[in-house]
Nanobody, 126 residues
Framework: QVQLVESGGGLVQAGGSLRLSCATS????????MGWFRQAPGKEREFVAA????????YYLDSVKGRFTISRDNAKNTVYLQMNSLKPEDTAVYYC???????????????????WGQGTQVTVSS
């Protein structure tokens, strides 16, 4: 069982920054990948970013490349999403997720992830 708790969301003006954190209940140094997804009102949950268990590979949604950075600190059992140059279209509930049995090329699929957090709201005003 893995419990995930997100934090760091809030209200920010366009162009601002936020850093989301996802604390896990077990060692993130275990060989599982972590991902961030988001869901805006009336839309499906979409992939945002993912990081492999070693931190050696990261993946991003095209629209956030160059603005968002995913990272992990296995000693602190925490995964981060640094979000810069935020836009109103980034407004959504952000979820972190854990993939305990990662397979190549599946990092962007919701079905690949075994555990999810409750989400944290990010609102970007124009």
């Amino acid at each position: 069982q893995v419990q995930l708790v997100e934090s760091g969301g809030g209200l920010v003006q366009a162009g601002g920054s936020l850093r989301l954190s996802c604390a896990t209940s077990r060692r993130t140094s275990g060989r599982y990948d972590m991902g961030w997804f988001r869901q805006a009102p009336g839309k499906e949950r979409e992939f945002v970013a993912a990081i492999t268990w070693s931190g050696g590979s990261t993946y991003y949604l095209d629209s956030v490349k160059g603005r968002f950075t995913i990272s992990r600190d296995n000693a602190k059992n925490t995964v981060y999403l640094q979000m810069n140059s935020l836009k109103p279209e980034d407004t959504a509930v952000y979820y972190c997720a854990a993939d305990l049995d990662p397979l190549p090329g599946r990092y962007h699929l919701r079905a690949a992830y075994d555990y999810w957090g409750q989400g944290t709201q990010v609102t970007v005003s124009s």
